[in-house]
């Protein structure tokens, strides 16, 4: 199975949750966290900006924004969102019967395997910030 589909599976265990994606979890410098990415979830953003007929953006750290998040607040590579992207859902979240707060440790636990399937596709890199691949990548681009 490759990174694509993965993640879309990450996907289907959170479906039916929901937030009113006010987008601060996009906002680095307020929350204070980034997603962390393998290789092969950045190799899939990577395709996906290509595919946009985009260059990489440069992630100059200035104001704390994700490098991706668009001006009109939407992620601009929402469909090769990283898997951290995808299953972060803070106390704000809507869950399908309703109730509001963070995840259930039921779907926490099925979110799990995930990381580990990521990484297993690229073993000899490591997992790094999506800021810190988006600067390796500015500085030594590899395709
Ligand atoms: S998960 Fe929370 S912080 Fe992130 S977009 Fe949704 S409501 Fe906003
Ligand atoms: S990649 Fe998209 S969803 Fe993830 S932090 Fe950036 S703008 Fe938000």
């Given at each position: 199975?490759?990174?694509?589909e ?41 395709a ?18 994700c ?77």
């Open positions: 199975m490759g990174a694509l993965i993640l879309q599976e990450a996907s289907d265990v959170v479906e039916g949750f929901s937030c009113d994606c006010s987008t601060e979890c996009c906002r680095f410098g307020v929350t204070g966290r980034e997603p962390w990415l393998t290789r092969a979830e950045f190799d899939v953003v990577i996906a900006v290509k595919a946009q007929g985009r260059r990489l953006p440069v992630d100059d750290d200035d104001d704390g924004r490098a991706f998040l668009g001006s009109d607040d939407r992620c601009r590579i929402y469909a090769a969102r990283p898997l951290g992207c995808r299953t972060f859902f803070c106390e704000k979240t809507t869950h399908p019967d309703g109730r509001r707060g963070l995840l259930p440790s039921s779907t926490n636990r099925a979110l799990r395997a995930f990381p580990r399937q990521l990484q297993a596709l690229t073993p000899s890199e490591e997992s790094r910030p999506l800021g810190a691949w988006l600067r390796a990548a500015a500085k030594k681009p590899r395709r």
